[in-house]
């Protein structure tokens, strides 16, 4: 039933008291169009919250009447959803308003203001006494298009919650159909400017027009654009939300990334755990998460909340089990490391921060315990609680003199932009941006420029590649931990065997698979068969004189089509490029380390090693890596699993070899690394640390129990 609202006509005051005060008050269940009603809410605590939640919910037009605000209130107000009028209330406040919700925390004023809204002729409700209201609130709840409310007339709130509970949980059980989660997304440094403007502002109309509330969350960070949903058809929805966006939008250069059910859940999990960040482990990722949450979910018993806090719990035991909580996993001190290594000999330097969100104020900390003088900028100045002043950020033009350092956390105004333009030029200013500015701003001329991807200077040390890897394999177990809890999961009957190469490493690698099929299914029954493959018998011959590219897959493939296997393990990189007929790559595992090291003799650093040193690697791209960084070290063919090539190191044969990180940390040998190289420096080959299970094509019921594994088919393509 859809209602537009209309003044009532004036009584006089005998029957606004005797309506009032009236317990006997029945009211009409009804469904009512709120679309632009004009709503005026006196009260800024928590039940004034809830309501404007309620009512932003239902397009309604919010104002909020109150000299303070709590939390629950300053991002809808911040983000220019609700209008805030701050001060106590007064009658004349009421004029211009249809809907009129007293929510002070004084029931008597709350009374009179009821009383005021009706002998105006509105419609009113009274929190605090609501058998005095004319309009109340249910509890109520959506399941896709059905809507349930329940009410007691205003007398006995507790028992209509308790009601609404025990319906909702009845129909949620009518409801076969599991929520799956679906989730799309961009990559931000993909994103001009105004693409990502675009997104933002799609964004406000999905919150201010949100069809299906606590069933779709966006996450904006200074990596990502994405957007989550869990409802009974998620991919549909997600369908839905990418068409709204186009009809809004237009269409994106950059491409669009999706990901549904247990890869959705693997995805967020990396997220919260910083393991996808420049900065590998990040910690401030946590707080934007969290932030999205409050921001996008009202109720807490929605599934997708309850995802979210699974993933956000998950990912804290992982940082606590494996290690991954170190102090230098902060964009905040990695940002202030590098500030001070650009500094040199200045000890107190001018620095302007944009932005006061958490990495904002963790850095403008650090930065004044260091001794540098601090501005700090935003959009939003009314956040005048961090213990220093907040500018402006239109006002920077007037604090770029003489300034050294620029930090941009959060979006520059066009102003400001302009300024800081201008005063690039002619100056030798540091800009390090976290926002993106990087067309602009990175290829003027003077000053220097550190992108988002730019500022982390770190060296990954053996420790800390170990410490990667262990919350790498932990967050896909969790992942299969997660979904055999939302679905009944039945494993293959009879023995599945599993088959891989001889090598010590290949035995390991037949553990971790093992593992996590067990994490499936706990009764599956697994038997492991180990092959001997041509690989294993020629030890002699350089690989680059090697033609056949199955030389290390070929006879456990041959095994696996010939039934004596149901499942082959190979390392990624060693997938040939084309399987042989009736055989299918069913799942690619995530890379837990895909990093090249050297390993030497005293663990002896490349670039202490000396003149004429042999270094030791099979790979034709390690060699130009290698002769690329050090042009006079010799690089020489060498043959032979793991343990075969540091023996060969060990008895002087070589001085150095050239390794893969994964198979040093899966053999427990991280120990023997001198140094780790970064993918900048040393890139390595597609599918290094990354396992792969090969399937026959026909053995439908194993293929369907492997997809979940299926989580790392990026480490084969860049």
Known sequence: MIIIMKSFTKIDDVQVEKKIRS??????????????????????GRIAARKTTTLLGANASVTVLSPEISEGLSFNIESEKVRWI???????????????????????????????????GKLYCVVSSGRFSQ??????????????????????CRRSKAVHDRIKAYVNQLDDRPEELAMFGFDRTNLSREDFSRLKEFENTIAQNNPIQDKILVLATCRRWECYVQNGDARQSTRDILSRL????????????YKNSYAAYYHLLNICLGLDSPLTGETEIVNQIKDSVKKWIVSESSQLYKTFSSAILSAKKIRQTTGLIAERNC??????????????????????????????RSLINKLIDAGHEVVNFSRHIEKQNSGYPIYHTDKIENFLNDTDVLVICSELTPKALVSIEHYKK??????????????VLGNQSGGNYFGFNEIPQIRLTADEIKTIADARLKTVEQTLVWYSSRKAIKPPCGIIRIGARQSLLSKTQIAEIR?????????????????????????????????????????????????????????????PQKLVPGLTVIAVMPSIASWDCLVSKNNVPLKSLPQ??????????????????????????????????????????FDALILACAGLIRLGLTDRIAEVFSEKVFPSTLGQGSLALVARNDDIELMEFLKPLDLGRSSLAR
């Open 23 to 44: 317990p006997q008050t029945g009211y009409l269940s009804l469904g009512m169009d709120m679309t632009g009603v004009r709503c005026l809410i006196v009260g800024g």
């Open 612 to 653: 004429g040193a042999i270094v030791g690697t099979s790979s034709v791209t390690r060699k130009e890596n290698l002769t690329r960084l050090r042009p006079d070290i010799k690089a020489a063919d060498i043959r032979g699993n793991v343990p075969d090539r540091i023996k060969q190191l060990d008895t002087g044969k």
């Open 515 to 575: 593992k996590f099929l067990k994490t499936l299914a706990d009764h599956i029954n697994l038997e492991e068969v180990f092959i001997d493959t041509p690989c294993d018998r020629d030890k002699r011959t350089p690989l680059p004189e090697i033609r056949d590219n199955d030389f290390f897959t070929r006879d456990i493939d041959q095994a696996l089509l010939e039934g004596r296997i149901d499942i082959a393990v190979h390392s990624a990189k060693d997938l």
């Open 246 to 257: 186009e009809n809004f939008a237009g269409t994106f250069k950059t491409s669009i990334y």
């Open 86 to 120: 701050r001060s106590e209330y007064r009658a004349e406040y009421l004029d211009g308003y249809d809907f009129v919700i007293a929510a002070t925390s004084d029931p008597a004023l709350n009374i009179e203001i009821g009383t005021e809204a009706r002998r105006c």
């Open 426 to 439: 002619t100056s030798n200013l540091l800009i390090i941006d976290i926002e993106g500015y990087g067309n």
């Open 135 to 156: 309009v109340i609130f249910p509890a109520a709840f959506k399941n896709d298009n059905l809507t349930v409310a329940v009410h007691s007339n205003g007398t006995n």
């Open 331 to 360: 964009w905040a001190l990695e940002i202030a490391s590098l500030i001070n290594k650009s500094l040199g000999n200045i000890k107190s330097a001018h620095i302007l921060v944009v932005g006061n969100g958490n990495i904002s």
